[in-house]
């Protein structure tokens, strides 16, 4: 779980992840990155001791998934200051019906975490659930 020790690449929610690096210039290169910031801050809001990982795999299809692990910190680690004081306790994942940039794919999925947050289902099935 060394991936909790490495610093936050969007501060509250997100942890680092290479596939959150590569979402993050992906959306630089496009000038969407005011989009993924704001998706950032939206997210942000609540449950503040939730931390996200972002991973981008490809299924059988060679179709682009999407994968959020939660975060929660352990019993009595308050506050949390290592990785050992979290526990993955979900990874939601979500497919692409179509041939889709992956990349792309995962900045839209981001946005559309973020939008309505945190009253919109997929919020409620990533972070809150």
Same mark, same amino acid.
């Given at each position: 779980?060394? &991936?909790?020790?490495? !610093?936050? =690449? %969007? !501060?509250?929610?997100?942890?680092? =992840?290479?596939?959150?690096? @590569?979402?993050?210039?992906?959306?630089?290169?496009? *000038?969407? %990155?005011?989009?993924?910031? @704001?998706?950032?801050? *939206?997210?942000?809001?609540?449950?503040?001791?939730?931390?996200?990982?972002?991973?981008?795999?490809? *299924?059988?299809? *060679?179709?682009?998934?999407?994968?959020?692990?939660? %975060? &929660?910190?352990?019993?009595? $680690?308050?506050?949390? %200051? #290592?990785?050992?004081?979290?526990?993955?306790?979900?990874?939601? =994942?979500? $497919?692409?019906? #179509?041939? &889709?940039?992956?990349?792309?794919?995962?900045? #839209?999925?981001?946005?559309?975490?973020?939008?309505? $947050?945190? @009253?919109?289902?997929?919020?409620?099935?990533?972070?809150?659930?």
């Amino acid at each position: 779980m060394d &991936i909790l020790r490495n !610093q936050p =690449s %969007f !501060q509250a929610k997100f942890v680092y =992840s290479d596939s959150l690096k @590569q979402v993050a210039d992906y959306a630089v290169e496009h *000038n969407k %990155f005011n989009k993924l910031n @704001q998706a950032r801050k *939206n997210i942000d809001n609540a449950y503040l001791t939730t931390r996200l990982k972002l991973d981008i795999t490809k *299924n059988s299809d *060679n179709l682009p998934v999407v994968n959020f692990s939660r %975060f &929660i910190p352990k019993r009595g $680690a308050i506050p949390p %200051f #290592e990785a050992t004081d979290y526990v993955q306790v979900k990874t939601v =994942s979500y $497919a692409a019906s #179509e041939k &889709i940039n992956p990349l792309k794919f995962a900045l #839209e999925k981001i946005i559309k975490l973020s939008n309505n $947050a945190p @009253q919109n289902k997929m919020y409620k099935s990533v972070v809150k659930d």
